[in-house]
């Protein structure tokens, strides 16, 4: 029986701890990552939602940062909702500079406030089809670059994006039973083998 993948969850801030179960569930062995150390041996990362400012000063006051950086640039990562923010070349409001390794600008809490979180049925390219997309003072992607993939669609605003070995979405999806995009980052962006999604 092959190993299953170790993968990383920035575990600072935020809802780590349901991206480790959806990353279990996936057929991957989850690791929080908490100090520069805890990165060793890792095939891919995720940085979860959260607050994006206080992550972003967690990075620093840990001294994660550079380790981070240099992780992101190497491996496969997925960002979602204030991890998008922080993988994003630009993102406004933010009191700390992003990690910038993701062509796309950004604005934060785009949809509005915490009373203004919804739920909606997202079209998803990558592993096809339509699920629902759980959005929580989300952001919004305002510009694409080249070389950008638009994987996920709201209507007509993308909602998810990947750049090589690279994946970021707006909305949460570690927050629904429906395992399909976290198995998508393991096979097809990180190249890792894992069990089918359900």
């Known amino acids: 029986m092959s190993r299953a993948p170790r ?10 701890a349901l991206h480790s179960a959806a990353l ?30 206080t992550m972003l000063r967690l990075l620093d006051s840990t001294g994660l940062r550079g380790p981070v950086e240099r992780f992101v640039r190497e491996r496969p990562v997925l960002g979602t909702c204030a991890g998008l923010l922080l993988l994003a070349r630009d993102a406004d409001r933010l009191p700390y500079p992003t990690l910038g390794v993701l062509d796309i600008s950004a604005r934060r809490n785009a949809w509005g406030r915490q009373v203004h979180s919804f739920t909606a049925n997202v079209d998803i390219e990558a592993p096809g089809g339509e699920l629902s997309g759980v959005f929580i003072r989300a952001p919004r992607i305002t510009r694409v670059g080249r070389g950008v993939q638009v994987v996920a669609r709201l209507g007509r605003e993308a909602v998810g994006v990947r750049q090589g070995r690279i994946a970021a979405l707006t909305f949460h999806p570690e927050l629904t039973p429906d395992r399909r995009l976290h198995t998508w980052f393991l096979r097809d962006v990180a190249g890792l083998g894992v069990a089918a999604s359900r």
């Open 24 to 53: 279990r569930d996936a057929g991957a062995e989850p690791v929080r990552v908490s100090l520069p150390e805890h990165l060793e041996g890792l095939e891919a990362l995720i940085l979860p939602g959260g607050e994006s400012s």
């Open 7 to 16: 993968v990383g969850v920035l575990s600072l801030q935020g809802d780590f």
